[in-house]
């Protein structure tokens, strides 16, 4: 098992940057695959980013490409989204998720573990 817990989040103005945090504790870390997500109030939780169940390639949203970056550090047991050229359309409470792979990277289901989310406020 493991768990999960994000931190960064805050208020940003449009055009701004944030970097969110996701550090992971109990089993191995490496062991993994991760992603991020993000539900805004009225919505569905919907993928952000993510790496494919080979660990490999990262994946993202259409509406998030070019403008985010998905990263990890081993050594830290930790997960990051780098989010540039923030949008108002990007606030949301972001969430990280684990599962031990072999499933679709898109899919909220596909994920076993969740942190408690960090919220991110992106102002015009």
């Known amino acids: 098992q493991v768990q999960l817990v994000e931190s960064g989040g805050g208020l940003v103005q449009a055009g701004g940057s944030l970097r969110l945090s996701c550090a992971a504790s109990?089993?191995?870390?490496?062991?993994?695959?991760m992603g991020w997500f993000r539900q805004a109030p009225g919505k569905e939780r919907e993928f952000v980013a993510g790496?494919?169940?080979?660990?490999?390639?990262?994946y993202y949203a259409d509406s998030v490409k070019g403008r985010f970056t998905i990263s990890k550090d081993n050594a830290k047991n930790t997960v990051y989204l780098q989010m540039n050229s923030l949008k108002p359309e990007d606030t949301a409470v972001y969430y990280c998720?684990?599962?031990?792979?072999?499933?679709?990277?898109?899919?909220?289901?596909?994920?076993?573990?969740w942190g408690q989310g960090t919220q991110v406020t992106v102002s015009s």
């Open positions: 998720g684990a599962h031990l792979g072999g499933r679709n990277v898109y899919s909220v289901n596909s994920y076993d573990y």
């Open positions: 109990g089993r191995t870390f490496s062991s993994y695959i």
């Open positions: 790496w494919g169940w080979r660990g490999g390639s990262a």
